[in-house]
């Protein structure tokens, strides 16, 4: 009211229904700014990752750029009128040939290209031969002649590409089948089988012309060096991974061990050299199609001569991936559930560590020397590496009751005729079980002059004893089984320390491993230097 007759202030108050519909749309409006925001952030991830991806090999850019280049050349063919009046609606099938026979590398074109020219080559011969034979016969057994051909052609083409020895000619067989049924069908239905086939033999032979043509010159990518860079990455991957393992096994406490599931997942994201190893073992099939590719590329850049020994490449990976397992096997010594004591691993640290340093040496330096291409003797550096694992082998053989008793006597005093001789004190092996083996000691010690007390309820110190013991036991017990043991008390004590004995043996396992990995290197020097003298470093 502002004191003026029938002059009033109009209020207007929302029902609740006005209310509920003004919510939902500002509720709508928030998910939907929410969702813009998240469409946005998936979309900046997966440029992310595409960036990622072609950071990692920039050649799948080159290839790909190269893709649309021969594809553009080939269909300026039907966009300019003068080649379409000449070839016709046929002139697809150039494209059709880019798209099919354009490869990664040149070799794997190359030999894609043969299969596809010989495929073509069979399949017109026979589809003109049929197709005059069919004509020839009448128009009642014609159809029937091309049906009959049609089912012949593809049984024996489909059988013929399962024989092992012409599985590498398998889309060769391919070509003839799909050439051969389409080329018969549209000439029969266009009555003109031999200018057909002609026509569709010319357009192939284009495709693959502009294919080959643009693969060699427009920034090639040879199967021959990127075998040669891979056989050199898979050295140096096994060299790394075999450091980075030792180094862990011998800082490792065994506080700090990875879950069960992590370990049969293979996730170890603290190990990166492990995936690289791991690549390694399963790199034999890419090394023998690159190999395979290889075989059908020219001489180019370092590999200069004919008839280059690109099979012993497969060879040298063959023999490097058996060094490899003995890696993955030391892996899983790493994360096995039994586990030497720490003060034990540190009593061999130094000759471990210069086992593995110059085994790893050893390595790299014949990856080096695949990747110059010179030839270098490394009988030195292999004495070296045979020489500290003799060391190691004589330091485990003169502590070796470290690795099969757990308890002895104190050593004796050292002999004045020979100081020379180390006096070793045994380590502490397992603190929790040597806790447990002087418990049950003296209890065993005091059980005839201890009277029998009946206990209503146990105390907490004694659940957490028992549950103590259940953690740090292996085969892992129940806390039932444990009171039983202690109950009877007459072989517990010797399995307990066979148990500590079977800990210390882990470490025995590891070292006979990277023993044996030296062993290897031997085999992997030859395969290196039969290289180097075949392939003329």
């Not at 020839?136 to 083409?157: C, D, K, L, N, Y």
């Not at 003797?377 to 060391?391: P, W």
């Not at 082998?393 to 002999?415: A, E, F, K, N, V």
Request: hydrophobic letters at 40%.
């Amino acid at each position: 009211m502002n004191g003026k007759k029938g002059s009033c202030v109009e209020i207007n108050i929302p029902s609740s229904a006005t209310t509920k519909s003004t919510k939902q749309q500002l509720e709508g409006g928030k998910k939907k700014s929410a969702g813009n925001g998240g469409d946005l952030f998936s979309c900046k991830a997966w440029i992310e990752k595409v960036w990622e991806f072609a950071k990692e090999d920039s050649n799948r850019v080159i290839f790909s750029f190269k893709v649309g280049l021969a594809v553009l050349l080939v269909s300026l063919l039907i966009l300019f009128r003068a080649p379409y009046e000449v070839f016709g609606t046929n002139i697809i099938w150039s494209i059709l040939t880019v798209a099919i026979m354009f490869e990664y590398t040149v070799g794997a074109t190359f030999n894609r290209g043969f299969n596809r020219a010989l495929g073509s080559l069979l399949a017109g011969i026979l589809a003109i031969g049929v197709a005059q034979m069919a004509l020839s016969s009448g128009r009642i057994a014609e159809p029937f002649i091309i049906g009959t051909s049609i089912f012949f052609i593809g049984a024996v083409t489909s059988f013929m590409k399962l024989w092992p020895s012409l599985v590498p000619y398998e889309y060769g067989f391919r070509v003839i089948l799909f050439t051969f049924c389409l080329i018969i069908v549209s000439g029969y239905r266009m009555g003109n089988p031999l200018r057909t086939a002609m026509d569709r033999l010319y357009s192939i032979a284009i495709g693959g012309f502009v294919a080959v043509l643009v693969n060699v010159l427009v920034f090639p990518i040879w199967a021959g060096e990127q075998l040669h860079k891979e056989l050199v990455r898979n050295f140096n991957s096994v060299a790394d991974s075999l450091e980075e393992c030792v180094k862990k096994y011998l800082e490792d406490d065994g506080l700090d061990h990875p879950e069960f599931s992590n370990t049969v997942m293979d996730e170890f994201p603290d190990e990166p050299a492990y995936k690289k190893c791991k690549a390694t073992l399963n790199s034999s099939a890419k090394l023998e199609s690159l190999a395979n590719s290889a075989k059908w590329e020219p001489p180019h850049g370092r590999f200069r001569h004919f008839f280059y020994p690109w099979s012993e490449y497969v060879k040298v990976g063959a023999v490097l991936r058996y060094c490899a397992y003995e890696v993955m096997a030391l892996h899983g010594v790493l994360h096995s559930e039994i586990q030497a004591p720490y003060n034990l691993r540190i009593t061999f640290q130094s000759e471990i560590r210069d086992v593995t340093s110059q085994a790893a040496e050893l390595v790299r330096c014949l990856g080096k020397d695949i990747s110059s291409m010179k030839r270098s003797l490394r009988t030195c550096l292999l004495k070296r590496v045979h020489s500290s694992t003799e060391r190691l082998q004589r330091t485990i053989d003169m502590h070796s009751y470290l690795l099969t008793t757990t308890y002895c006597d104190p050593p004796p005093p050292p002999d004045n005729n020979n100081s020379s001789k180390p006096v070793v004190l045994l380590p502490k092996l397992s603190s929790v079980l040597s806790n447990q083996l002087a418990e049950l000691e003296s209890k065993s010690l005091d059980k005839d002059s201890t009277p029998a007390v009946a206990v209503q309820g146990e105390s907490y110190h004694e659940m957490m004893r028992k549950q103590s013991r259940r953690l740090h036991s292996w085969p892992s017990r129940e806390v039932d089984a444990f009171a039983f043991e202690e109950e009877g008390g007459v072989d517990f004590l010797p399995r307990m320390r066979a148990l500590e004995s079977t800990a210390a043996l882990s470490l025995a396992t590891f070292t006979s491993l990277l023993i044996e990995f030296v062993v290897r290197l031997d085999h992997l020097v030859e395969a290196v230097d039969e290289l180097s003298k075949m392939a003329k470093f």
